[in-house]
């Protein structure tokens, strides 16, 4: 049975370290709030505390240094995106599939509003003015977020 069914962690929010960065698109997508984090590590924690977000790093001084300041974190080993996923997915019990309703705008982080234009679905961001559409790497998205289940045993 998974974790999936009736809490898939809406309410997590992360904030993930300079190595990682890739990912942060990735949990936007799927409809989490992710940030980006380039600057010093005593911030990082600060603001991890403040807004209650779990850190996503590769770097263990960091790790512990969170662990130690009652954070949660994630000390990640793996490079790939979707083995990244499927940790986040059986720790957190977050989705790993695409909600059209859900999605976050994968520059800013700033939730999408979904419209449909001659049968074709389009998001905007309110914030950036970015608008994005299924296009040619649709098809690539979608194999990461299978991947990602897979690995995960949900599928
Ligand atoms: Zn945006």
């Known amino acids: 049975m998974s974790v999936m069914n009736d809490d898939q962690g809406w309410d997590r929010k992360f904030v993930v370290d300079a190595m990682l960065k ?6 936007r997508i799927l409809g989490y709030d992710a940030i980006y984090w380039g600057g010093e590590d005593d911030e ?22 969170a662990l130690r300041n009652g954070l949660e974190v994630i000390l990640i080993m793996e490079n790939d995106p979707s083995d990244i996923l499927a940790n986040l997915a059986s720790r957190y019990g977050i989705s ?9 705008c994968p520059i800013c982080n700033h939730k999408l509003t979904l419209s449909r234009n001659e049968g074709r679905e389009e998001w ?12 040619s790497h ?6 990461v977020f299978e991947d990602s289940q897979k690995k995960s045993g949900l599928i």
């Open 22 to 27: 890739n990912i942060v698109s990735w949990l």
């Open 44 to 65: 990082l924690l600060r603001l991890a505390k403040q807004e209650r977000r779990i850190i996503l790093t590769m770097d263990r001084d960091l790790a512990l240094s």
């Open 96 to 104: 790993l599939e695409f909600n059209p309703n859900r999605t976050r």
């Open 124 to 135: 905007l961001c309110p914030n950036c003015g970015k608008r994005y559409w299924k296009g």
């Open 138 to 143: 649709w098809k690539n998205i979608i194999k």
